[in-house]
Antibody, heavy 118, light 108 residues
Framework: EVQLVESGGGLVKPGGSLRLSCAASGFTFSTYSMNWVRQAPGKGLEWVSSIIGSSIYTYYADSVKGRFTISRDNAENSLYLQMNSLRAEDTAVYYC???????????WGQGTMVTVSS | EIVLTQSPGTLSLSPGERATLSCRASQSVGSGYLAWYQQKPGQAPRLLIYGISSRATGIPDRFSGRGSGTDFTLTISRLEPEDFAVYYCQQYGSSPRRFGQGTKVEIK
């Protein structure tokens, strides 16, 4: 079964750091681009970051550039999001999603909640 | 950067009716990389349509997408009870891979 499972969310103080993980299974992980998308409580979807299969190229939303770092370990079938200098406005459910070419973000994880609060 | 604007914000319809959702891009979406997602409360988004008009695996044929350039439409031909949800369009041909703000389809 094709599956993505996020972990690592939790409560963190403003200015703190958190590392999210996304474990992939059921498909050839290295051949897919991977993405992080977040959703603040009661709000819409916000694309956060993307990384291609080889990790050569990474992309970030302006709202997280310089604070978040996306990475992946193809040997471990895992995707990561290192989040530093967290702000209250980073509070959201964070989803990982896979993508390949024109096929869109076709598989999503169940999400992990990040709360930034003092 | 491409900005997507969805309309209407909310669509109030009855089961069996036709739903037409609009997504307008601030500039042409490259290579037709335009997708639609459905999201229900407490659930992750689900891909419905990719490449403007291709249905994702398992998506019933009452869902259809069309459009080109900057104007795109998702149509649900006859609303089933399980179709009442929020729908998002997304362009993924260039970075940032933004989503529209969403259209809520609610029961009238």
């Amino acid at each position: 079964e094709v599956q993505l499972v996020e972990s690592g969310g939790g409560l963190v103080k403003p200015g703190g750091s958190l590392r999210l993980s996304c474990a992939a299974s059921g498909f050839t992980f290295s051949t897919y681009s991977m993405n992080w998308v977040r959703q603040a409580p009661g709000k819409g979807l916000e694309w956060v970051s993307s990384i291609i299969g080889s990790s050569i190229y990474t992309y970030y939303a302006d709202s997280v550039k310089g604070r978040f770092t996306i990475s992946r370990d193809n040997a471990e079938n895992s995707l990561y999001l290192q989040m530093n200098s967290l702000r209250a406005e980073d509070t959201a459910v964070y989803y990982c999603a896979r993508a390949k070419g024109v096929s869109g973000f076709d598989i999503w994880g169940q999400g992990t909640m990040v709360t930034v609060s003092s | 950067e491409i900005v997507l604007t969805q309309s209407p914000g909310t669509l109030s319809l009855s089961p069996g009716e036709r739903a037409t959702l609009s997504c307008r891009a601030s500039q042409s979406v490259g290579s037709g990389y335009l997708a639609w997602y459905q999201q229900k409360p407490g659930q992750a988004p689900r891909l419905l349509i990719y490449g403007i008009s291709s249905r994702a695996t398992g998506i019933p044929d009452r869902f259809s997408g069309r459009g080109s350039g900057t104007d795109f439409t998702l149509t649900i031909s006859r609303l089933e009870p399980e179709d009442f949800a929020v729908y998002y369009c997304q362009q993924y041909g260039s970075s940032p891979r933004r989503f529209g703000q969403g259209t809520k389809v609610e029961i009238k």
